[in-house]
């Protein structure tokens, strides 16, 4: 009954993605020029309006929180920027509070959005960046809070770097991170987003469903992350400049949805947030874009609060704040009890509003965990006051913001008491909020020690002993090695293999000790087809961080291409141990599975890749093919079409597709898969094999001899086991 052949050899070639660092996408180095049009103020006012006898605001008012990624906050008319157009943003301002020195406490996108959306630091729930655990469990959300009194909550996310699997999905009802497959998208699944008109849509859509109950809503827009691309007309606009036409372009999306608010009569009786996660280096320090360093370019936020009701406030607020502050803002406007959010460590900034001046100097704490984590080198941990930075490092800095906004005079040497002070309460910040959970991967788990161990990569006296070296280098002096780690990626994205190991083999002369650079290596000879050469490279990367899961993983891959099956599996299972979110593993998982001929243990793993990143092309796809070979065809054909319609292009998906419309009865579209996988691969024996079936099933003898042949030109083992079905005439 069969219509095509199952072979069980891997065929074509596979995509993997480094996950486990959170390296910036691009490093553009676009100078930004002034603009000279801004949209009108009365134009934000008709946005922002709405008909007067609006209801009044209600004791549990709905909540729009909109975060937009990588803002500065100078990069926005309301703070002081003319040059771009921002009026939606400015008259959200003109109705509401303005927040002058809002900072992040971390300047990456995960784990501030974690600050956020629990109003807990990351040294208490051990987000830190994207080698960090999830979001334990324990520690509650705000949509969870809400949800309990009777809220419908929502999200819209657009970047992967939000997906569920970090867990800050939990309370709401629609978390929306399925980004969708376009074609010519990133392999680089963490550089996967979703343009933000495209997240509005999907946030009106839902909006256009509910009722009267209050609900709380987060919009999350990712267009000012790097790389810069902003759509027409922005991009003409702003040439030059595309990260501001990025922010412009944002803010009308803000327009779309306060307008939909408005038509609802929805808008005067809610509550609006809006801030950033945090901001973006153009060059500021030698950092391009972020993540890194903990300078204002990266933490100063814009944050702007929109009260319920009809009368503007109009008010700026100088006291420094924290994105830690936000959510327990919102449980107040909401009406949760303090004995609901014993869990907060910020506070409501409505007491801010309050014409009682504080008797308290604020303060706020920030920090990069990203040089330790993943290049063993010092974190950074700051403070800021309203007059004062200080980043604790081995150097220590200390600014005068008043007077040095920009960050260039170190007073911490000339400015001891002042230094030793803010140090100290920095340490009381910390005694005060740090949690039992985990910052960093560890290797508790015995069996995984001697799993290690047995793959010969890690010795007995194998540690993370570099991370809790108090001579730790400094950041400030790395920077330049971040660069050129940063431009060996770059250059193996462009193909430039040989250049890539060049400077991966000097840099390793210079760092013998930072992993990531024989790992890098690894990963340059497996794209360069050198597999071989690979595996004692992440050999290395393994045995300086026993840790890195990828490492793992990068082994079990190259053993996969060499052929080797037992030893991938052993890697493979063995870094999903280490790491269950590591998709890349399952997914490599399932392949050898597929190759050893085990599709019900290939499917489950393909199952809940699909399942938990559906924006994954090669998961559908390699889904699609593990389906048709349990015969299971029309359940397989929505992943073959998702795949396909993110142009995901490869011989074996068009042979198998080939084999499932053969067996529904649809031959002529099997005959034109089959040939679209020759064209992809002239070599490929099973698919002209599966012609041939296809052409005698069709009383075709001639096209099925000629087929056959050339089947029998590029496989002898497939042209003996079927010679008998085509004798020769």
Known sequence: ?????????????????????PFPSSKLKTALFPTASILALAMSW???????????????????????DTLRADHVGCYGDARVGTPVMDALAAAG????????????????????????YPMYNGVRDFTSPGLPASIPTLAEMLRVRGYHTAAFVSSYALNSMWGLNRGFEVYDDDLGLEPGRSSDIFLVER?????????????????????FVWLHLYDPHSPYRP??????KYAGHPYDGEIAFDDAQVGRVIARLKELRRFNSMAVLLLSDHGESLGEHGEDEHGFFIYNATLHVPLIIKLPGNSPTARAIARPVGSVDVAPTIAQLCGIPAAETRSFQGRSLLAALSPAPSQDEASVYSESYYPLDSFGWHELRGLLTARF??????????????????????????????AASLRE????????????????????????????????????????AAKNDPNRADPKDKIETLHLVLRASDLRRERKFAEAEELLANLEKAEPTLYVVPFDRGENYL???????????????????PAFDQAVLGIGRAHFMLGQDKPAAESLELALRMNPRNFLARLALAKVYWRQNLPAKAEPELARVVREHPELAEGHADYAIILAKQARYREAMPHFERALAAEYRDPVLYNYLGISYGELGEREKARAAYKQALALNPSYAAAYLNLALLARKQNQPDEARQQFQKACEFSATLCHQYAAQFPQP
């Open 389 to 418: 930075a200080f980043i604790d490092a081995p150097r220590p800095e200390l600014y005068d913001l008043q007077r040095d906004p920009e960050e260039r005079h170190n007073l911490a040497a000339s400015n001891t008491s002042i």
């Open 425 to 464: 309460k920095l340490r009381m910040v910390e005694q005060r909020y740090t949690g039992q959970s985990a910052s960093t991967p560890t290797l508790s788990d015995p069996e995984t020690v001697e799993r290690l161990r047995s793959l010969g990569y890690v010795s007995l006296q194998s540690s993370l």
């Open 46 to 68: 008709a946005v922002l309006g709405e008909a007067r006898g609006s209801a009044p605001a209600p004791q549990s008012p709905s909540i729009l929180l909109i975060t937009i």
């Open 231 to 236: 759509p027409e007309p922005y991009l003409s």
């Open 195 to 215: 343009r933000g008109d495209r997240t509005v849509d999907r946030l009106l859509a839902w909006l256009n469903t509910q009722g009267s109950a209050p609900l």
């Open 1 to 21: 009954m069969c219509s095509g052949l199952r072979a069980n050899t891997l065929q074509s070639g596979t995509r993997y993605t480094w996950v486990g660092m």
């Open 527 to 545: 794209a360069w087809g050198k597999t071989r050469q690979a595996l004692p490279e992440f050999g290395k990367a393994l045995s300086l961080n």
């Open 97 to 120: 509070v303005r927040f002058e020195n809002a900072y992040a406490q971390a300047p990456i996108t995960l784990p501030s959005h974690a600050v956020i959306l629990t109003g807990t």
